[in-house]
């Protein structure tokens, strides 16, 4: 067990049921009662397969989407009661990069960041500082729909620091991209952990992501959390040489 | 100060879009004046005296600033949605209230744009006059208003049916202006869509203005209905767009409409 005033997430018995259509609702269990705690400072995974319920755990734990049922408190709080005190806290970034295409590099973290409270010399400097570690001030008068795939992702993960947020969530931050970016972007999401420590949660279907990155993962499929621990700890518990043998022995 | 930083933010980035798109011109000269000369000709054509050609006149200016400015609110959500970075906005803490508010800034800058090419356009070809400032500004703040609760209209059907329902940015305003009298008094419906058009603050605002092109309307105390229509139907569009806000967040269409 975590010590409460080390936990940064805690969650009890999270479902999310999604229904579409209108005359034959179709629904989907998307979380089938999850339960985790996340220690304040860590990098926690989240692994699994597509549809397995990562971005849907993401989407909640970033107040987007609502859960059905169960209990969630981040930093000690109620998600339900403090979301404007939380959502100034946390900032979320997605592997599928979108913003307004007509804008700039540095018109997106202008506005994004005045959406965060920061305004001045302050947001001048975290922009030049984000800019400086993810080598995009040479782009910053670029329009969004002119950047390649890798620009446009280390725009977003800049974007998602501008807040310097407590709490950063990583949605397959390195999805679609060349391996020498995405080796890159890895080690810059490194960096920023050994500089401020913030609490990680990232998704990934790349076991080499998770084995390089992790101090603690979740294999998760079908909306339910099937194993949690260290990566060490998971591969000694199923006697297996990577995370990859892991997930195939517990997905058998 | 973070409220006003948000929504100042908000303005700004409506008009950046504004000034980069070749539609923004067009919403703002291109269809208001065509229709301002075709109504304006035809006004001729039939040999409109001066008040008649005031009153219809009336009803194109209505119309262009109308357009323009609840388009601006409405593009709060759209520019978002066509960019699929919709979730980036929910995700700050920001409320419903700096994005209506900052889009409604520029939608009025706009607003006032377009009223004085078609005031000044009206004056030049079709001898028009108005007839005052404070008429004519109070006529103009209608506008602004209406455009707003329009707006925010749109941005309701937007949230709650997802990008299938952005027709409505360029629709709802159209049947707002037929039933509000655009070029016609509201007394020529039949009961039952009169009834309607006295719900429209708009009704209100067109007749008080007309007022002063020597027609006179059935409707009392125009002013206090319109303000108060307006006010009423701003305050309740502000508390339905955060309840379908927290429905969309509860559905998941938020998240869908970033994809």
């Known amino acids: ?252 | 100060m973070n409220w006003l930083n948000r929504t100042i933010s908000f303005a700004y980035r409506n008009y950046i879009f504004a000034k980069r798109s070749f539609f923004s011109f067009a919403e703002i000269i291109f269809w208001p004046v065509v229709g301002l000369f075709s109504i304006g000709l035809m006004g001729n054509f039939l040999k409109f005296t001066k008040p008649q050609l005031g009153f219809i006149l009336s009803g194109v200016i209505a119309m262009g600033v109308l357009q323009v400015n609840q388009l601006d609110v409405a593009y709060c959500l759209l520019f978002d949605i066509w960019g699929k970075s919709i979730k980036h906005t929910f995700l700050s803490p920001t409320g419903i209230t700096e994005l209506m508010i900052g889009s409604w800034i520029v939608g009025i800058i706009r607003g006032i744009l377009v009223f004085f090419i078609l005031t000044i356009s009206s004056c030049i070809f079709f001898d028009f006059y108005l007839p005052g400032f404070m008429p004519t500004l109070i006529f103009l703040i209608g506008l602004f208003l209406n455009g707003l609760i329009i707006g925010m209209g749109v941005c309701y059907f937007i949230l709650t049916f997802g990008q299938r329902a952005e027709v409505t940015a360029w629709s709802l305003v159209i049947v707002v202006l037929l039933l509000a009298g655009i070029y016609y008094p509201v007394e020529i419906f039949p009961p039952f869509l009169r009834y309607l058009a006295n719900l429209i603050p708009l009704t209100y605002f067109l007749e008080y203005f007309r007022t002063f092109y020597g027609f006179s309307f059935n409707s009392k105390f125009l002013l206090l209905k319109a303000f108060g229509l307006s006010f009423l139907y701003t305050l309740g569009c502000l508390i339905i767009l955060n309840i379908a806000l927290r429905i969309a967040k509860k559905k998941g269409t938020l998240i869908k409409l970033s994809e």
């Open chain 1, 1 to 252: 067990m975590i010590w409460n005033n080390q936990v940064a997430i805690e969650i009890e018995n999270l479902h999310k049921i999604f229904k579409r259509g209108l005359f034959r609702p179709q629904v989907i269990h998307a979380l089938k009662g999850i339960n985790l705690k996340i220690k304040k400072g860590e990098i926690f995974c989240l692994l699994g397969p597509n549809g397995a319920g990562k971005t849907t755990l993401l989407n909640i734990l970033s107040l987007l989407l609502y859960p059905d049922k169960g209990k969630i408190k981040i930093f000690n709080q109620d998600i339900s009661k403090k979301e404007n005190f939380l959502k100034a806290r946390l900032n979320l970034c997605s592997g599928n990069p979108n913003f307004p295409w007509t804008l700039t590099v540095y018109e997106i973290l202008n506005f994004y960041g005045k959406l965060y409270g920061l305004r001045g010399k302050k947001l001048k400097k975290r922009i030049a500082k984000y800019c400086e570690l993810l080598e995009i001030k040479n782009f910053l008068n670029r329009r969004f729909e002119e950047l390649s795939t890798g620009t446009k992702q280390r725009l977003a993960l800049a974007k998602s620091l501008l807040n310097e947020p407590e709490l950063l969530f990583l949605d397959e931050p390195t999805a679609g991209l060349d391996p020498d970016i995405a080796l890159k972007i890895r080690n810059i999401i490194k960096k920023i952990h050994s500089e401020k420590k913030p609490t990680i949660i990232l998704t990934t279907h790349y076991m080499a992501e998770a084995e390089m990155l992790a101090e603690r993962i979740a294999f998760i499929k079908d909306g339910e959390i099937l194993a949690e621990g260290t990566p060490q700890g998971l591969k000694e518990k199923l006697s297996a040489n990577n995370l990859e043998e892991v997930f195939l022995e517990l997905v058998k």
